[in-house]
């Protein structure tokens, strides 16, 4: 449906282009758009107006409607390298706010050569599923280390979440493993009851969670990540960058360790 959409849009743009550059054979002349003047041809007794232009466009692509794919086509490749070009600026620029934040949690190997970092929600259930893959791509890789960023953007519930995620990552990091696997990879909503929860669970003392759930680091570090997540054109968990790429989406293992194996000899 997607592809139906962007092609229809492509034929009206294919159409007003030609509209606006003239394209009529042997024409070097510049239609000008909504003007009802007719177009002169480089032969100086021949005119065509508006209507045989756009009969003539019509014609052309129902005789010729793969030009529309060949036309997208190009245009997704375009955007594309567009994209991965501005990718590139942004991860260069704001590097450690990428990989080396204070408040991001990391498994795996700390110490890793490849570092893989996940934007997500705990309310995502793409996430939940994805947790697997975190699992076995750290359990599999002795030198990939696995950065974690919460981007709570499904809900108050999920904001809450991440806040106590984040003060018990700044009390217990050693401990953030386990309360990620154990909020993400429980069953029900993650809320700031059930993420406190958890926590306790873990060892936290309740009174100081609460009191550090009041640091405004917090808050600016969560305003950071969106505005970070924003550049990086971010819309939606899980979503991870790895080496130079931003890869979208929940793929699979399969995938995000092709990326690796890709970022590893980049380096």
Do not use: W
């Amino acid at each position: 449906m997607k592809k139906a959409l962007l092609l229809g849009t492509t034929g009206v743009a294919v159409a007003l282009a030609m509209l606006a550059f003239g394209f009529v054979a042997g024409s070097p002349q510049i239609a000008r758009a909504g003007t009802a003047q007719p177009v002169e041809t480089a032969a100086a007794d021949t005119k065509i107006d508006r209507a045989e232009v756009e009969g003539i466009i019509r014609d052309y692509l129902l005789k010729n409607p793969e030009v529309l794919l060949e036309v997208q086509d190009a245009l997704e490749a375009k955007q594309k390298e567009e994209q991965r070009i501005a990718h590139l600026g942004v991860i260069k620029n704001a590097k450690d706010q990428i990989f080396n934040s204070a408040f991001d949690g990391v498994v795996g190997n700390p110490n890793g050569k490849v570092t893989i970092v996940e934007f997500y929600d705990y309310n995502c259930g793409f996430c939940k599923r994805a947790i697997d893959d975190m699992r076995a791509l750290t359990k599999s890789d002795p030198d990939l280390r696995f950065v974690l960023k919460e981007f709570p953007i499904l809900g108050p519930d999920s904001q809450k979440a991440s806040v106590v995620s984040m003060a018990f990552h700044l009390m217990k990091p050693e401990k953030y493993g386990e309360f990620h696997n154990a909020l993400l990879g429980g069953q029900g909503r993650a809320t700031e009851a059930a993420a406190i929860k958890v926590a306790l669970s873990l060892g936290a003392d309740e009174a100081a969670l609460r009191e550090k759930m009041k640091d405004p680091t917090i808050n600016e570090a969560l305003a950071k990540t969106y505005d970070l997540a924003n550049k990086l054109a971010i819309t939606g968990t899980p979503s991870y960058v790895v080496g130079n790429e931003v890869v979208f989406g929940a793929l699979g293992q399969e995938v995000l360790a092709e990326k690796i194996e890709a970022a590893k000899a980049a380096l």
